[in-house]
């Protein structure tokens, strides 16, 4: 399937790649029922959709609410398969749909689609959490522009709503533009004030669904509620990454490989999931400006020759491992208590044996897959 706002397109394509059918439906109630009575025909189906935490999603968990068994299709994935099939990469419904399903039909190990109402409140806190932190970064913006007028030299960086207001309480403009100038920026003081509420509202409510979850990801230094909240949405099940060499590649601090003769070297990944390379990074920016493992792990790749930027990376790559250690960590005690139907309680995945080794390595690995026939699919993503 290839979802959008009030359309799908789909195609049917049999297990040897034979194309049966295809079909445009809408995504209201009549254009659902309708597509469900197409594919009544086909009583053995596994849906593929592109993009399940994104534009796929209100299809994708509208179709598990039903009973049927989804798999998220990767954009880049079904991207490749494009423009190997065309030839080209141009776009068409019908084409997107027909690359979603040669993927679905020739890749193992795509995640499957539940409708985890925990993690889908999660997934709508920490997305809201985001919001209000850049809507509070683009008002103290505006706000430092205004004060850049109103006092010669403008504020310091970081600049709080109090003292914002202290500041705003020692100017007296007499001219008209400069009275618009104060009222304004106090009226961003005002709305930088109930943002900060919602912020510690918000944090406060991050933090008693991370700990309700099990996890003891904000014992990390520099993991703060919105980076736990982050990850256990983003990462789901930590048992579809077979290796942290995998969830390094996954989250874009494995570094790729870029040697050629003698001349070893390896460059800086930029793909992967950014939110997460994002979380790891603030947690190694976090723990550089204190004393920590991170810091003597910097200090140590910096004296061993290598740049502020290659020891960056390096410790970027060590925290991914530490961030999946304690991730399979928290599974298999929350296995061991036996909460039922917790996110990640699989049957069918097992983290023993799974624990990373000590030591930090900076090769890159292919992203999350398997070469194994396809296994039934998790009750959980």
Known sequence: MDPHKRSVTIEVMEADETVLCGERFGTDEAGFAALMDY???FEDRVWAIEGCNGIGRHVAVRLVDRGEEVVDVPPKLSARARVFTTGQGRKTDATDAHSIALVGTRMTGLRPVANDQDL??????????????????????????????????????????????????????????????????AELVGDLERIYTRKKAANKELVELVAASGSTLLDLPGIGPSGAARLLVEVGDITRFPTRGHFASWNGTAPID???????????????NRQINKTLHIMATVQLRRPSEGRSYFDRKTAAGKSNIEAMRCLKRRLSDLVYKTMLDDLVTIKATGPGGHRGNVSQSSATGSQPHTGSSDQSLPEPATTKPKPALPAAS
């Open 120 to 185: 889908a409140v999660l997934r709508l806190l920490v997305d809201r959490r985001r919001s209000l932190g850049e809507e509070h970064t683009r008002k103290v913006s505006q706000l430092h522009a205004l004060l850049l007028e109103l006092i010669p030299g403008g504020a310091k960086k970081d600049l709080s709503a109090a003292q914002a207001k202290a500041l705003l309480a020692t100017v007296r403009p007499r001219d008209l533009a400069g009275k618009t100038r104060r009222r304004v920026a």
């Open 258 to 272: 870029a040697s050629s003769g003698d001349h070893v070297r390896h460059r800086l990944s930029r793909k992967g």
């Open 39 to 41: 594919v009544s025909q």
